[in-house]
Protein backbone atom coordinates (compact mmCIF):
# COMPACT_ATOMS: atom_id res chain seq x y z
CA UNK A 1 0.00 0.00 0.00
CA UNK A 2 2.94 2.42 0.81
CA UNK A 3 5.16 0.94 -1.81
CA UNK A 4 5.54 4.19 -3.94
CA UNK A 5 6.03 6.68 -0.95
CA UNK A 6 8.58 4.30 1.30
CA UNK A 7 12.29 4.48 1.57
CA UNK A 8 14.48 4.01 -1.53
CA UNK A 9 11.62 3.06 -3.96
CA UNK A 10 10.23 6.82 -3.37
CA UNK A 11 14.03 8.51 -3.79
CA UNK A 12 14.48 6.07 -7.33
CA UNK A 13 10.96 6.96 -8.85
CA UNK A 14 11.66 11.09 -8.55
CA UNK A 15 15.55 10.52 -9.81
CA UNK A 16 13.98 8.17 -12.98
CA UNK A 17 11.49 11.82 -13.17
CA UNK A 18 13.93 13.86 -12.51
CA UNK A 19 16.44 12.19 -15.41
CA UNK A 20 13.47 12.25 -17.77
CA UNK A 21 12.46 16.10 -17.10
CA UNK A 22 16.48 16.28 -17.68
CA UNK A 23 15.61 14.68 -21.30
CA UNK A 24 12.81 16.67 -22.37
CA UNK A 25 15.37 19.95 -21.43
CA UNK A 26 17.85 19.04 -23.31
CA UNK A 27 15.75 20.85 -26.27
CA UNK A 28 14.89 23.42 -24.28
CA UNK A 29 18.62 24.41 -23.76
CA UNK A 30 19.01 24.39 -27.55
CA UNK A 31 16.37 27.29 -27.44
CA UNK A 32 18.17 29.30 -24.26
CA UNK A 33 15.78 29.03 -21.85
CA UNK A 34 16.77 29.70 -18.78
CA UNK A 35 15.25 28.24 -16.21
CA UNK A 36 15.67 24.43 -17.93
CA UNK A 37 19.76 25.50 -18.01
CA UNK A 38 19.34 25.67 -14.45
CA UNK A 39 17.52 22.44 -14.23
CA UNK A 40 20.49 20.88 -16.56
CA UNK A 41 22.94 22.33 -14.55
CA UNK A 42 21.67 21.47 -11.00
CA UNK A 43 22.75 18.18 -8.75
CA UNK A 44 20.65 15.54 -8.89
CA UNK A 45 17.61 15.27 -6.20
CA UNK A 46 19.16 11.68 -4.30
CA UNK A 47 22.11 14.04 -3.08
CA UNK A 48 20.63 16.69 -1.59
CA UNK A 49 22.63 16.25 2.13
CA UNK A 50 20.36 14.04 4.73
CA UNK A 51 20.68 11.28 6.95
CA UNK A 52 20.40 7.83 5.06
CA UNK A 53 17.19 6.28 3.81
CA UNK A 54 16.43 2.45 3.72
CA UNK A 55 14.32 0.55 2.57
CA UNK A 56 10.65 0.55 4.19
CA UNK A 57 11.52 2.55 6.98
CA UNK A 58 13.35 5.58 4.90
CA UNK A 59 14.75 7.65 7.36
CA UNK A 60 12.13 7.05 10.48
CA UNK A 61 14.55 5.90 12.44
CA UNK A 62 15.00 9.32 13.47
CA UNK A 63 12.26 10.07 14.96
CA UNK A 64 13.02 7.03 17.76
CA UNK A 65 16.28 8.29 18.32
CA UNK A 66 14.61 12.17 18.96
CA UNK A 67 17.25 13.37 15.94
CA UNK A 68 13.79 14.10 14.15
CA UNK A 69 11.14 15.11 17.20
CA UNK A 70 7.89 16.03 15.85
CA UNK A 71 7.38 17.76 19.71
CA UNK A 72 9.56 19.64 18.97
CA UNK A 73 9.62 20.73 15.64
CA UNK A 74 11.62 24.20 15.77
CA UNK A 75 14.29 22.56 17.19
CA UNK A 76 14.31 19.52 15.16
CA UNK A 77 14.41 21.96 12.02
CA UNK A 78 17.51 23.64 13.90
CA UNK A 79 19.55 20.54 14.23
CA UNK A 80 19.26 19.91 10.50
CA UNK A 81 19.89 23.08 9.24
CA UNK A 82 23.01 23.28 11.50
CA UNK A 83 23.95 19.59 10.10
CA UNK A 84 23.35 20.04 6.54
CA UNK A 85 22.93 23.01 5.70
CA UNK A 86 20.13 25.01 3.96
CA UNK A 87 18.56 22.22 2.50
CA UNK A 88 18.34 18.87 3.80
CA UNK A 89 15.94 15.76 2.83
CA UNK A 90 14.12 13.58 4.48
CA UNK A 91 12.10 9.96 3.51
CA UNK A 92 8.78 9.11 5.98
CA UNK A 93 6.73 6.15 5.13
CA UNK A 94 3.38 7.18 3.95
CA UNK A 95 4.49 10.77 3.18
CA UNK A 96 6.03 12.33 -0.23
CA UNK A 97 9.61 12.99 -0.14
CA UNK A 98 10.22 15.79 2.52
CA UNK A 99 12.71 18.84 2.33
CA UNK A 100 13.87 21.83 4.44
CA UNK A 101 14.80 24.92 2.65
CA UNK A 102 16.03 27.44 5.43
CA UNK A 103 16.88 30.15 3.05
CA UNK A 104 14.92 33.27 2.78
CA UNK A 105 15.95 34.07 -1.03
CA UNK A 106 14.96 30.26 -1.93
CA UNK A 107 11.91 30.22 -0.29
CA UNK A 108 10.69 33.47 -1.89
CA UNK A 109 11.28 31.53 -5.15
CA UNK A 110 9.25 29.05 -3.88
CA UNK A 111 6.13 31.00 -2.75
CA UNK A 112 6.68 32.61 -5.99
CA UNK A 113 6.27 29.84 -8.10
CA UNK A 114 2.97 28.90 -6.04
CA UNK A 115 0.51 30.12 -8.69
CA UNK A 116 -3.08 30.53 -8.12
CA UNK A 117 -3.89 27.35 -6.33
CA UNK A 118 -1.29 26.93 -3.58
CA UNK A 119 -0.53 23.54 -2.34
CA UNK A 120 -0.75 23.28 1.04
CA UNK A 121 0.18 19.88 3.06
CA UNK A 122 -3.33 19.40 5.02
CA UNK A 123 -4.93 17.36 8.33
CA UNK A 124 -5.27 14.03 6.69
CA UNK A 125 -7.16 12.61 9.68
CA UNK A 126 -9.35 15.67 9.45
CA UNK A 127 -10.40 15.37 6.01
CA UNK A 128 -11.13 11.50 6.37
CA UNK A 129 -13.39 12.36 9.11
CA UNK A 130 -15.11 15.45 7.43
CA UNK A 131 -15.72 12.96 5.03
CA UNK A 132 -17.12 10.26 6.51
CA UNK A 133 -19.65 12.90 8.01
CA UNK A 134 -20.32 13.91 4.33
CA UNK A 135 -24.33 13.72 4.69
CA UNK A 136 -23.96 15.92 7.39
CA UNK A 137 -21.52 18.48 6.18
CA UNK A 138 -21.39 18.32 2.33
CA UNK A 139 -18.19 20.48 2.63
CA UNK A 140 -14.97 20.42 4.08
CA UNK A 141 -13.76 23.65 4.50
CA UNK A 142 -10.68 25.90 3.68
CA UNK A 143 -8.34 23.78 6.02
CA UNK A 144 -8.21 20.59 4.59
CA UNK A 145 -8.76 21.24 0.74
CA UNK A 146 -6.53 22.89 -2.01
CA UNK A 147 -6.65 23.28 -6.04
CA UNK A 148 -9.92 25.42 -6.64
CA UNK A 149 -12.50 24.04 -4.41
CA UNK A 150 -9.75 26.05 -1.66
CA UNK A 151 -9.96 29.23 -4.37
CA UNK A 152 -13.85 29.23 -4.61
CA UNK A 153 -14.65 29.28 -0.74
CA UNK A 154 -11.24 31.41 0.04
CA UNK A 155 -12.47 34.30 -2.55
CA UNK A 156 -15.71 34.69 -0.80
CA UNK A 157 -14.20 35.35 2.68
CA UNK A 158 -11.03 36.45 1.62
CA UNK A 159 -13.05 40.19 2.05
CA UNK A 160 -14.64 40.05 5.28
CA UNK A 161 -11.83 38.08 7.05
CA UNK A 162 -9.04 38.99 5.78
CA UNK A 163 -9.82 44.05 5.56
CA UNK A 164 -8.22 45.10 8.60
CA UNK A 165 -10.94 47.84 8.38
CA UNK A 166 -13.97 45.27 8.74
CA UNK A 167 -12.01 43.88 11.70
CA UNK A 168 -12.25 47.41 13.94
CA UNK A 169 -15.93 47.82 13.85
CA UNK A 170 -15.48 44.29 15.94
CA UNK A 171 -13.64 46.63 18.36
CA UNK A 172 -16.16 47.39 21.52
CA UNK A 173 -17.42 43.67 21.48
CA UNK A 174 -13.77 42.63 21.71
CA UNK A 175 -12.95 44.86 23.69
CA UNK A 176 -15.37 43.94 26.70
CA UNK A 177 -14.15 40.18 26.74
CA UNK A 178 -10.59 41.54 27.18
CA UNK A 179 -12.16 43.55 30.29
CA UNK A 180 -13.66 40.17 31.41
CA UNK A 181 -10.51 38.21 30.64
CA UNK A 182 -8.97 40.92 33.21
CA UNK A 183 -11.42 40.52 35.89
CA UNK A 184 -10.76 36.82 35.22
CA UNK A 185 -7.03 37.37 35.97
CA UNK A 186 -8.47 38.90 39.99
CA UNK A 187 -9.98 35.92 39.96
CA UNK A 188 -7.55 32.50 39.47
CA UNK A 189 -4.64 34.38 41.09
CA UNK A 190 -3.57 33.89 44.63
CA UNK A 191 -2.36 35.51 47.55
CA UNK A 192 1.13 36.33 46.06
CA UNK A 193 -0.98 37.64 42.52
CA UNK A 194 0.35 34.45 40.73
CA UNK A 195 -1.92 32.48 38.31
CA UNK A 196 -2.30 28.64 38.82
CA UNK A 197 -0.91 26.04 36.54
CA UNK A 198 -3.65 25.87 34.67
CA UNK A 199 -3.37 29.35 33.77
CA UNK A 200 -3.56 28.59 29.78
CA UNK A 201 -6.88 26.76 30.44
CA UNK A 202 -8.12 30.61 31.23
CA UNK A 203 -6.32 31.78 28.46
CA UNK A 204 -8.21 28.95 25.80
CA UNK A 205 -11.65 30.57 27.42
CA UNK A 206 -10.53 33.98 26.71
CA UNK A 207 -9.71 32.75 22.42
CA UNK A 208 -13.14 30.88 22.34
CA UNK A 209 -15.50 33.54 23.99
CA UNK A 210 -13.60 36.11 21.60
CA UNK A 211 -13.50 34.14 18.22
CA UNK A 212 -17.51 32.84 19.22
CA UNK A 213 -18.77 36.43 19.87
CA UNK A 214 -16.76 38.04 16.90
CA UNK A 215 -17.54 35.15 14.41
CA UNK A 216 -21.44 33.81 15.84
CA UNK A 217 -22.47 36.88 17.63
CA UNK A 218 -23.18 34.39 20.35
CA UNK A 219 -21.91 34.80 24.36
CA UNK A 220 -20.63 31.31 25.49
CA UNK A 221 -19.76 32.18 28.56
CA UNK A 222 -16.50 31.25 28.89
CA UNK A 223 -15.14 33.56 31.46
CA UNK A 224 -17.48 33.12 34.16
CA UNK A 225 -16.20 31.84 36.99
CA UNK A 226 -16.13 28.00 38.18
CA UNK A 227 -17.05 27.12 34.84
CA UNK A 228 -18.51 23.65 35.25
CA UNK A 229 -15.85 20.75 33.85
CA UNK A 230 -19.03 19.37 31.28
CA UNK A 231 -20.14 22.82 30.44
CA UNK A 232 -20.09 23.59 26.37
CA UNK A 233 -17.23 25.39 26.39
CA UNK A 234 -14.73 23.40 28.54
CA UNK A 235 -16.11 20.26 26.62
CA UNK A 236 -14.94 22.50 23.09
CA UNK A 237 -11.74 23.31 24.93
CA UNK A 238 -10.97 20.03 25.65
CA UNK A 239 -11.96 18.06 22.49
CA UNK A 240 -10.10 20.93 20.50
CA UNK A 241 -6.68 19.94 22.70
CA UNK A 242 -7.63 16.34 22.12
CA UNK A 243 -7.96 16.67 18.49
CA UNK A 244 -4.68 18.81 17.86
CA UNK A 245 -2.81 16.29 20.24
CA UNK A 246 -3.75 12.90 18.47
CA UNK A 247 -3.85 14.71 14.99
CA UNK A 248 0.04 15.52 15.68
CA UNK A 249 0.71 11.75 16.62
CA UNK A 250 -1.28 10.00 13.95
CA UNK A 251 0.28 12.17 11.39
CA UNK A 252 3.51 12.84 12.06
CA UNK A 253 4.71 10.82 14.80
CA UNK A 254 5.20 7.15 13.20
CA UNK A 255 4.09 4.84 10.11
CA UNK A 256 0.19 5.97 9.50
CA UNK A 257 -1.43 2.64 9.75
CA UNK A 258 -4.73 4.22 10.50
CA UNK A 259 -5.05 4.73 6.92
CA UNK A 260 -5.62 1.03 6.39
CA UNK A 261 -7.52 0.00 9.50
CA UNK A 262 -9.09 2.10 12.29
CA UNK A 263 -6.71 2.14 15.01
CA UNK A 264 -7.52 3.16 19.19
CA UNK A 265 -5.94 6.59 18.51
CA UNK A 266 -8.05 7.56 15.24
CA UNK A 267 -10.96 6.64 17.40
CA UNK A 268 -10.54 8.52 20.37
CA UNK A 269 -9.42 11.33 17.57
CA UNK A 270 -13.11 10.75 15.90
CA UNK A 271 -14.48 10.80 19.09
CA UNK A 272 -13.40 14.44 20.19
CA UNK A 273 -14.06 15.39 16.42
CA UNK A 274 -18.11 14.39 17.41
CA UNK A 275 -18.05 16.36 20.55
CA UNK A 276 -16.62 19.05 18.93
CA UNK A 277 -18.92 18.92 16.04
CA UNK A 278 -22.15 19.01 17.70
CA UNK A 279 -21.29 21.18 20.63
CA UNK A 280 -20.22 23.97 17.79
CA UNK A 281 -22.98 23.19 15.61
CA UNK A 282 -25.59 23.61 17.79
CA UNK A 283 -24.11 27.62 18.13
CA UNK A 284 -23.98 28.03 14.88
CA UNK A 285 -27.26 27.06 14.28
CA UNK A 286 -28.47 29.43 17.05
CA UNK A 287 -26.72 32.26 15.11
CA UNK A 288 -28.44 31.55 11.77
CA UNK A 289 -31.75 31.50 13.86
CA UNK A 290 -30.73 34.95 15.64
CA UNK A 291 -29.96 36.12 11.91
CA UNK A 292 -33.26 35.71 11.32
CA UNK A 293 -34.76 38.21 13.67
CA UNK A 294 -31.97 40.62 13.52
CA UNK A 295 -32.65 44.06 13.39
CA UNK A 296 -31.07 46.41 10.89
CA UNK A 297 -29.15 48.89 12.76
CA UNK A 298 -27.21 46.17 14.21
CA UNK A 299 -23.61 45.33 12.94
CA UNK A 300 -22.71 42.26 11.01
CA UNK A 301 -20.96 39.64 12.29
CA UNK A 302 -18.68 37.55 10.43
CA UNK A 303 -20.89 34.49 9.60
CA UNK A 304 -23.97 37.65 8.19
CA UNK A 305 -20.68 39.14 5.88
CA UNK A 306 -20.12 35.77 4.49
CA UNK A 307 -23.68 35.05 4.05
CA UNK A 308 -23.69 38.58 2.24
CA UNK A 309 -20.57 37.43 -0.23
CA UNK A 310 -22.22 34.70 -1.64
CA UNK A 311 -20.68 31.96 0.77
CA UNK A 312 -23.96 28.89 1.34
CA UNK A 313 -24.88 28.07 4.68
CA UNK A 314 -23.14 24.95 4.55
CA UNK A 315 -19.53 26.61 3.51
CA UNK A 316 -20.42 29.15 6.05
CA UNK A 317 -21.12 26.19 8.64
CA UNK A 318 -17.67 24.82 8.35
CA UNK A 319 -16.02 28.27 8.16
CA UNK A 320 -17.54 28.64 11.47
CA UNK A 321 -16.38 26.03 12.76
CA UNK A 322 -12.81 26.17 11.33
CA UNK A 323 -12.50 29.79 12.73
CA UNK A 324 -13.54 28.31 16.82
CA UNK A 325 -11.31 25.40 16.59
CA UNK A 326 -7.86 27.12 15.08
CA UNK A 327 -8.65 30.00 17.22
CA UNK A 328 -8.85 28.33 20.76
CA UNK A 329 -4.49 27.02 20.73
CA UNK A 330 -3.24 29.48 18.32
CA UNK A 331 -3.68 33.35 19.78
CA UNK A 332 -3.96 31.92 23.59
CA UNK A 333 -0.88 30.69 23.26
CA UNK A 334 1.22 33.22 20.99
CA UNK A 335 -0.58 35.48 23.62
CA UNK A 336 0.83 33.52 26.15
CA UNK A 337 4.00 33.95 24.80
CA UNK A 338 3.73 37.82 24.64
CA UNK A 339 3.03 38.33 28.48
CA UNK A 340 5.75 36.00 28.88
CA UNK A 341 8.42 38.34 26.87
CA UNK A 342 6.97 41.21 28.43
CA UNK A 343 7.07 40.25 31.54
CA UNK A 344 10.86 38.90 31.00
CA UNK A 345 11.73 42.56 29.47
CA UNK A 346 10.43 44.89 32.30
CA UNK A 347 11.88 47.92 30.63
CA UNK A 348 9.65 47.23 27.14
CA UNK A 349 6.84 46.44 29.46
CA UNK A 350 6.60 50.00 30.78
CA UNK A 351 7.46 51.57 27.31
CA UNK A 352 4.31 49.57 26.32
CA UNK A 353 2.53 51.12 29.37
CA UNK A 354 3.74 54.94 28.61
CA UNK A 355 2.22 54.41 25.19
CA UNK A 356 -1.15 53.36 26.41
CA UNK A 357 -1.21 56.04 28.77
CA UNK A 358 -0.91 58.60 26.18
CA UNK A 359 -3.81 56.94 24.27
CA UNK A 360 -5.99 56.19 27.36
CA UNK A 361 -4.68 58.01 30.27
CA UNK A 362 -7.33 56.00 32.90
CA UNK A 363 -7.60 52.07 33.60
CA UNK A 364 -11.15 51.99 32.37
CA UNK A 365 -10.90 54.31 29.00
CA UNK A 366 -12.21 52.80 26.15
CA UNK A 367 -10.24 51.91 22.51
CA UNK A 368 -11.24 53.60 19.57
CA UNK A 369 -9.94 52.79 16.07
CA UNK A 370 -7.89 55.28 15.55
CA UNK A 371 -6.09 54.23 19.11
CA UNK A 372 -4.51 50.90 17.48
CA UNK A 373 -3.64 52.59 14.26
CA UNK A 374 -1.78 55.33 16.52
CA UNK A 375 -0.14 52.61 18.83
CA UNK A 376 3.32 51.85 16.86
CA UNK A 377 5.00 50.29 19.88
CA UNK A 378 1.99 48.10 20.98
CA UNK A 379 2.39 46.43 17.25
CA UNK A 380 5.43 46.50 17.28
CA UNK A 381 5.82 44.20 20.47
CA UNK A 382 3.40 42.01 19.10
CA UNK A 383 5.39 41.56 16.08
CA UNK A 384 8.22 40.78 17.89
CA UNK A 385 6.98 38.51 20.42
CA UNK A 386 5.98 36.48 16.87
CA UNK A 387 9.30 36.50 15.67
CA UNK A 388 10.74 34.52 18.30
CA UNK A 389 7.54 32.56 19.60
CA UNK A 390 5.00 32.48 16.44
CA UNK A 391 2.02 30.43 16.55
CA UNK A 392 3.98 27.46 14.37
CA UNK A 393 7.29 26.44 13.67
CA UNK A 394 6.90 27.60 10.24
CA UNK A 395 5.45 27.45 6.46
CA UNK A 396 4.84 24.39 4.21
CA UNK A 397 4.44 24.16 0.76
CA UNK A 398 3.87 21.04 -2.14
CA UNK A 399 6.05 22.39 -5.11
CA UNK A 400 3.36 21.84 -7.87
CA UNK A 401 6.22 22.42 -10.55
CA UNK A 402 9.34 21.23 -10.99
CA UNK A 403 12.10 23.62 -9.45
CA UNK A 404 15.77 23.88 -8.86
CA UNK A 405 16.14 25.07 -4.92
CA UNK A 406 19.79 25.74 -3.34
CA UNK A 407 21.26 24.42 -6.82
CA UNK A 408 19.21 20.93 -6.37
CA UNK A 409 16.69 19.82 -8.84
CA UNK A 410 13.37 19.13 -6.45
CA UNK A 411 10.96 17.50 -8.45
CA UNK A 412 6.98 18.51 -8.63
CA UNK A 413 5.54 17.28 -5.23
CA UNK A 414 7.81 17.03 -2.70
CA UNK A 415 6.86 18.70 0.81
CA UNK A 416 8.78 21.14 1.44
CA UNK A 417 9.12 22.87 5.04
CA UNK A 418 10.49 26.60 5.58
CA UNK A 419 11.36 26.95 9.12
CA UNK A 420 10.84 30.86 10.00
CA UNK A 421 11.02 30.13 13.72
CA UNK A 422 14.65 28.94 13.21
CA UNK A 423 15.86 31.24 10.47
CA UNK A 424 14.41 34.17 12.84
CA UNK A 425 16.78 33.72 15.26
CA UNK A 426 20.06 33.89 13.25
CA UNK A 427 22.04 36.39 13.83
CA UNK A 428 22.36 37.13 10.23
CA UNK A 429 19.41 38.70 9.77
CA UNK A 430 18.87 40.05 13.32
CA UNK A 431 21.29 41.91 15.76
CA UNK A 432 20.92 40.02 18.63
CA UNK A 433 18.83 37.64 17.52
CA UNK A 434 17.80 36.12 20.97
CA UNK A 435 16.57 39.61 22.26
CA UNK A 436 13.22 41.24 22.97
CA UNK A 437 13.67 44.66 20.83
CA UNK A 438 10.19 45.51 19.55
CA UNK A 439 12.14 48.99 18.18
CA UNK A 440 13.20 46.60 15.35
CA UNK A 441 10.00 46.92 14.23
CA UNK A 442 9.78 50.77 14.36
CA UNK A 443 10.08 53.09 11.32
CA UNK A 444 13.04 55.15 11.18
CA UNK A 445 14.59 53.61 15.00
CA UNK A 446 17.82 53.26 15.50
CA UNK A 447 17.21 49.74 16.03
CA UNK A 448 15.03 49.26 12.92
CA UNK A 449 15.77 45.82 11.31
CA UNK A 450 15.66 45.78 7.49
CA UNK A 451 15.77 42.56 6.18
CA UNK A 452 14.54 39.62 3.92
CA UNK A 453 10.69 39.72 4.39
CA UNK A 454 10.59 36.20 4.39
CA UNK A 455 12.46 35.13 7.10
CA UNK A 456 9.60 36.30 9.48
CA UNK A 457 6.01 34.71 8.08
CA UNK A 458 4.17 34.43 11.03
CA UNK A 459 0.61 34.11 9.27
CA UNK A 460 2.22 32.55 6.18
CA UNK A 461 2.48 34.17 3.02
CA UNK A 462 0.39 34.87 -0.21
CA UNK A 463 -3.20 33.86 -0.80
CA UNK A 464 -2.82 31.08 1.70
CA UNK A 465 -2.16 33.63 4.17
CA UNK A 466 -3.72 32.60 7.30
CA UNK A 467 -7.64 33.61 7.15
CA UNK A 468 -8.09 34.01 10.90
CA UNK A 469 -4.80 36.94 11.04
CA UNK A 470 -7.02 39.89 11.60
CA UNK A 471 -9.23 38.16 14.63
CA UNK A 472 -5.55 37.38 16.16
CA UNK A 473 -3.94 40.07 16.02
CA UNK A 474 -7.06 42.35 17.09
CA UNK A 475 -7.50 40.12 20.18
CA UNK A 476 -3.85 40.33 21.21
CA UNK A 477 -3.49 43.89 21.16
CA UNK A 478 -6.59 44.41 23.11
CA UNK A 479 -5.73 42.29 25.94
CA UNK A 480 -2.49 43.33 26.16
CA UNK A 481 -3.73 46.51 26.09
CA UNK A 482 -6.67 45.80 29.09
CA UNK A 483 -4.07 44.23 30.94
CA UNK A 484 -1.14 46.83 31.19
CA UNK A 485 -3.92 49.73 31.85
CA UNK A 486 -3.98 47.70 35.26
CA UNK A 487 -1.68 45.38 36.00
CA UNK A 488 1.92 45.26 35.85
CA UNK A 489 3.31 41.04 34.67
CA UNK A 490 6.20 39.59 35.97
CA UNK A 491 7.72 35.87 35.64
CA UNK A 492 10.20 34.20 37.45
CA UNK A 493 10.01 30.65 36.39
CA UNK A 494 13.12 30.60 34.34
CA UNK A 495 13.26 29.77 30.48
CA UNK A 496 9.71 29.37 28.84
CA UNK A 497 9.97 27.33 25.57
CA UNK A 498 7.34 25.59 23.19
CA UNK A 499 6.18 22.09 22.46
CA UNK A 500 4.87 21.26 18.81
CA UNK A 501 1.19 19.89 19.15
CA UNK A 502 0.13 21.30 15.62
CA UNK A 503 0.79 24.71 16.60
CA UNK A 504 3.15 25.53 19.05
CA UNK A 505 1.92 25.53 22.64
CA UNK A 506 4.19 26.71 26.09
CA UNK A 507 6.05 23.65 27.65
CA UNK A 508 5.51 24.49 31.15
CA UNK A 509 2.27 26.08 33.64
CA UNK A 510 1.80 29.72 32.99
CA UNK A 511 2.66 31.01 36.91
CA UNK A 512 2.95 34.61 35.44
CA UNK A 513 2.28 37.41 38.55
CA UNK A 514 -0.31 40.10 37.75
CA UNK A 515 -0.03 42.75 40.21
CA UNK A 516 -2.08 45.34 40.12
CA UNK A 517 -0.88 49.09 39.51
Avoid at 68 to 87: C, N, Q, V, W
Avoid at 128 to 144: F, Q, S, T
Avoid at 336 to 354: C, D, T, W
Avoid at 391 to 402: E, I, L, M, P, V
Amino acid sequence: MFGKYIGNHLTKSFISKCQSSALITTQAVQQDLPLEIDWRNAKPFEQIPGNPSYPLIGSSYEVFTKQFDFERMHLTSKRYAERFGPICRFVFPGLPPMIQVSDPFENEKIYRADGKFPLRPIAETLKKYREEKLDAIEDLGLLITNGEDWWTIRTKVQQPMMRPQNMLKYLPIMETVSVKMVERIREVRNHNNETPDTFLNEMFKWALESVALVALDVQLGCLQGNLPLDSDPQKMIDATNSIFILTSQLEFNGPQFWKIFPSKKLKQLFASQDIFFEISLKYINKAFEKLKHKSEEAGQTILESMLDRGVSIKEATIMAMDLLMAGIETTSSTQSFLFYHLARNEEKQEKLREEIRRFLPTPDAKLKPENLTDMKYLKACVKESLRLSPAAFGNSRYNNTDMVICGYRVPKGCMITMPNQYMSTLECYYKEADKFLPERWLKGDDLEVKTNPYVTLPFGFGPRMCIGRRIAEQEMWLLTVKVLQQMKIEWHCGELDCVTRGVNIPDKPLNFKFIDL
